[in-house]
């Protein structure tokens, strides 16, 4: 399973969850010959309750307004991923530069792991093919997680959009322009993520 496979790569890199990293960690790297690279960034946030992290992130239905460039953001009903362990979402983005995307995808909980809580997403493919193009550019793949411990939270992801939607400079900068703003998506949406935790 492309998720489980994923995790184990973030967690394979993390630091240990009782040591926050003194600043923002950001590594980048190649995976399957896949046109974009994967990112994982991690930040120390003093007093971040790991259990009030998790929650927020699996609040879909409110991304919108605490976490940048989310234009639309709902759980979608399916009896095949049950709220609060899982739920299937759809997702709009707009990407300063790189346009609108979106897609349907499953997050679930992911219980404790090397002293993390974590909750991870896939894509749903059939039902993100069968999105509108006219809307956004459909995701050809889209992966990532979410590790929380006191004080610390990561955030990490691999995603392409798919290649028939755009033409060949969007692709260009869906691919390799993404990749350059990797590191400030990470931690814009890492420190998001920490203040709506704070506030719940």
Not at 102 to 119: C, D, F, I, M, S
Request: proline share 7%; charged share 20%.
């Amino acid at each position: 399973m492309e998720l489980t496979s994923f995790v184990a790569r973030v967690l394979a890199k993390a630091p240990t969850a009782s040591t926050p990293p003194a600043s923002y960690q950001l590594q980048t790297w190649a995976h399957g010959g896949r046109p974009t690279d994967e990112a994982f960034g991690i930040l120390a946030i003093p007093g971040l309750d790991p259990q009030k992290a998790i929650d927020a992130v699996m609040d879909v239905d409110h991304y919108t307004g605490h976490i940048d460039h989310v234009q639309a953001c709902r759980a979608v009903p399916d009896p095949r991923h049950l709220p609060p362990e899982q739920v299937r979402f759809y997702q709009r983005l707009d990407v300063p530069m790189l346009g609108v995307i979106h897609h349907e995808l499953v997050l679930q909980r992911l219980g404790t792991q090397k002293g993390y809580l974590v909750a991870g997403w896939d894509i749903l493919k059939p039902e993100t093919a069968a999105l509108n193009a006219k809307d956004g550019i459909r995701s050809d793949y889209s992966h990532g997680v979410w590790i929380a411990a006191p004080g610390v939270l990561g955030y990490a992801f691999g995603s392409a959009p798919k290649r028939d939607d755009v033409g060949f400079l969007k692709w260009k900068a869906l691919t390799s322009g993404a990749d350059v703003a990797a590191g400030r998506v990470l931690r814009a949406n890492i420190e998001g993520m920490g203040r709506w935790a704070a506030k719940r």
